[in-house]
């Protein structure tokens, strides 16, 4: 029998074409859902990952007394309004979700309800008491398995305690779980992340700020942050905005100083939000004018634009 493989030549066809759609983001659909849920109204989430993580927080979230429901490719959420969960009926079964149960804990850790969370054997398996740790600490009170393993039945607390946490190790789950508790707990929340964490991608942060939570990334040493959730009634000030949006603040106003002092800062302050405002303006009109896709610049087209810009004011 001869075992040898024959030889093949290949030879090039053309490009591969066509168009494809890249499925949603699990981290951030599982907490647009929950957002959703505390938000007061209808949010509406396109690109959503149905999976069946993502499912088993949407089941959750419904036990809840959140309404959640897809029509078409788009999902609606009918939110209760923070502190406004109700009491499942019945266990949430978390399925293999780890995100989920961990996050759903946050939640539930500063209403005034009881939840039991149970899993497959995979996840009764795995120990929730990194996330265990600082939610008992701001209140919640924690039955279950040995080294916390589900089936684990919590209840939260009302008002849960507020809390500065310093992350042990790195992780997203317990940073969120921790900024989750903090949006019904009176008071400011802050959890202090490792250096590691940094670089982390910012997606889930930024859809909390974008639904009105506050939420406020503020650097202290070298590679630390703190994120901080102030309640609704706070607003943020110039110098909070300005470092969401990692933009570099001139400076503050200090009590301490000159009138002369004073009078420059506010002053220095005032240009300086003047040029930005300036630049940001002139570049949304070169993109909005000559066509340049934010998301997918042309630089080419983008430098045209800009040439032709700035020559006509020169």
């Given at each position: ?15 591969l074409?066509?168009?494809i ?56 959420i ?25 996050l ?11 939840a039991?969370f ?7 398996k795995r ?11 701001m209140?919640a ?16 607390a ?16 317990v ?36 639904l ?31 470092s ?9 106003i200090?009590?301490?100083g ?22 940001i ?14 998301w ?19």
């Open positions: 029998m001869n075992t040898q493989a024959a030889p093949h030549r290949f030879a090039p066809k053309g490009p074409t066509g168009r759609r890249v499925p949603g983001d699990k981290s951030i659909s599982h907490r647009a859902i929950m957002l959703g849920a505390l938000a007061i109204g209808e949010t509406r989430v396109t690109g959503l990952l149905e999976g069946e993580d993502v499912l088993a927080t949407a089941a959750a979230m419904r036990a809840m007394g959140a309404r959640v429901e897809k029509t078409g490719d788009e999902w609606r009918h939110g209760v309004g923070v502190g406004g969960l109700l009491q499942p009926d019945a266990a949430l079964d978390m399925g293999n979700s780890g995100t989920s149960t961990r759903l804990m946050g939640l539930v850790a500063s209403h005034g309800i009881t039991t149970t899993g497959d054997a995979s996840l009764s120990p929730m008491g990194r996330v265990i740790e600082p939610l008992s600490k209140g009170q924690f039955h279950g398995g040995p080294n916390g393993t589900l089936p684990l039945t919590m209840e939260g009302h008002p849960a305690v507020p809390i500065q946490y310093r992350l042990p190790v790195a992780s997203a789950q940073k969120s779980a921790v900024l989750l508790a903090g949006l019904n707990t009176p008071g400011i929340t802050t959890v202090i992340e490792p250096p590691k964490m940094a670089v982390t991608p910012a997606g889930p942060n930024r859809l909390v700020l974008f009105g939570a506050g939420l406020m990334a503020l650097g202290a040493g070298v590679g630390t942050a703190f994120m901080r959730i102030q309640m609704a009634d706070n607003m943020p000030t110039i110098s909070h905005l300005k969401s949006f990692d933009l570099p603040v001139l400076g503050g200090s009590m301490i000159t009138a002369g002092q004073k009078t420059r800062t506010v002053l220095g302050n005032l240009v300086y939000l003047a040029v930005v405002a300036g630049l303006t002139l570049f949304a009109w070169i993109t909005y004018r000559y066509h340049v896709t934010l997918r610049p042309d630089v080419t087209g983008l430098i045209e634009g800009a040439t032709k810009t700035f020559g006509a004011l020169i």
